[in-house]
């Protein structure tokens, strides 16, 4: 199991993430390409484990530890290169993190085959596959864009006639483009928070009222 198809594109997926977190301060194309090619592999782990009847709940791990670590690890490195940012970057990490693991423990005690799924509404939608890769894509594209921008501004994009801005470079205008998804990621993050935390509490309260 350690060597299923999906599983090897998970290590190589932390393999590049590690290679451009070493040199994300000092060689800003090294990093994007590496951080761009570890998240371009996850699209493909999944559909390599449904594809060969190789999904495994140690695939899972790996491909959920591997997401929150990329994304906490990249804040560390915004935090660098923003220090005044600092208290932003790591609400991030913490909200990210407490979100699914609430959920992933949730999910644990209810004895669901799953963690991608919720009482709310929202969250449901959230993880319909089509609105997950969509708006998780735009989310990383987001981070990315905020670490290009600390070193260049990248190509000037001509805008039509009649908008605000008569021009923007390419990396400003992706952070303002996916600014609105990035935003609905973190409000899914804060509502699944609550209400996987409400269902830890009720099992709890049930445990409680059977001693």
């Keep these: 199991?350690?060597?299923?198809?999906?599983n090897?594109?998970?290590y190589a997926r932390v393999v590049l993430a590690l290679v451009g977190y070493a040199v994300a301060l000092s060689n800003h194309h090294v990093m994007?390409?590496?951080?761009?090619?570890?998240?371009?592999?996850?699209?493909?782990?999944?559909?390599?484990?449904?594809?060969?009847?190789?999904?495994?709940?140690?695939?899972a791990v790996l491909d959920m530890v591997t997401d929150r670590a990329s994304?906490?690890?990249l804040c560390i490195v915004l935090g660098?290169?923003?220090?005044?940012?600092?208290?932003?970057?790591?609400?991030?990490?913490?909200l990210?993190?407490?979100?699914?693991?609430?959920?992933?423990?949730?999910?644990?005690?209810?004895?669901?085959?799953?963690?991608?799924?919720?009482?709310?509404?929202?969250?449901n939608v959230y993880y319909n596959?089509?609105?997950?890769?969509?708006?998780?894509?735009a989310t990383e594209l987001w981070y990315m864009s905020m670490y290009m921008l600390a070193f260049t501004p990248?190509?000037?994009?001509?805008?039509?006639?009649?908008l605000p801005l008569a021009s923007l470079s390419l990396w400003q205008g992706s952070l303002y483009a996916c600014t609105p998804l990035f935003l609905f990621k973190q409000l899914t993050n804060v509502v699944q928070l609550y209400m996987a935390a409400c269902a830890v509490v009720e099992v709890d309260e049930q445990k409680r009222k059977q001693s």
């Design 80 to 94: 660098a290169l923003y220090p005044s940012r600092v208290p932003l970057f790591s609400a991030l990490i913490m």
């Design 8 to 10: 090897l594109i998970g």
């Design 154 to 162: 990248g190509p000037t994009v001509t805008l039509p006639a009649g």
């Design 1 to 6: 199991m350690f060597l299923f198809v999906p």
């Design 32 to 59: 994007f390409f590496c951080y761009l090619g570890s998240q371009l592999l996850d699209a493909f782990d999944g559909l390599a484990a449904r594809k060969l009847g190789q999904s495994s709940q140690f695939g």
């Design 129 to 137: 596959r089509k609105v997950l890769f969509t708006v998780c894509a």
């Design 96 to 123: 990210d993190l407490f979100s699914h693991w609430y959920q992933v423990y949730m999910t644990v005690a209810a004895g669901s085959s799953t963690h991608k799924g919720s009482a709310n509404w929202l969250v």
């Design 71 to 73: 994304t906490a690890c």
